[in-house]
């Protein structure tokens, strides 16, 4: 059974920073391709970023980019997403997933863990 567990989300303030953490079991980890998606308040599934299983070839959505990091662990089987000078609009809850269609418009993953909430705390 596959389980993804977020964690590190909270109250931030615009231009602070935040740590997030998933930690996954019931499947191959250092096999999949892993992603960060998001929703904002009202609106759909968004991708943030992504990780080949090696950690190699990373990408990133044009709006996150040069300000989140994604990265992983494969002997803890965690991924992270470091997100720096967070902005109004980072505020969201965030989901770590694996098996993501990042074409399809909200993007659509077929595994996808219970979330982590940022908020803006301004």
């Known amino acids: 059974q596959v389980k993804l567990v977020e964690s590190g989300g909270g109250l931030v303030q615009p231009g602070g920073s935040l740590r997030l953490s998933c930690a996954t079991s019931?499947?191959?980890?250092?096999?999949?391709?892993m992603y960060w998606v998001r929703q904002a308040p009202g609106k759909g599934l968004e991708w943030v970023s992504r990780?080949?299983?090696?950690?190699?070839?990373?990408a990133y959505a044009d709006s996150v980019k040069g300000r989140f990091t994604i990265s992983r662990d494969n002997v803890k089987n965690t991924l992270y997403l470091q997100m720096n000078s967070l902005k109004s609009e980072d505020t969201g809850i965030y989901f770590c997933?694996?098996?993501?269609?990042?074409?399809?418009?909200?993007?659509?993953?077929?595994?996808r863990g219970q979330g982590t909430q940022v908020i803006d705390s301004s």
């Open positions: 997933a694996t098996h993501c269609d990042t074409s399809a418009q909200p993007v659509v993953c077929a595994y």
């Open positions: 990780i080949n299983s090696r950690g190699g070839i990373t």
């Open positions: 019931g499947f191959t980890f250092s096999s999949a391709w």
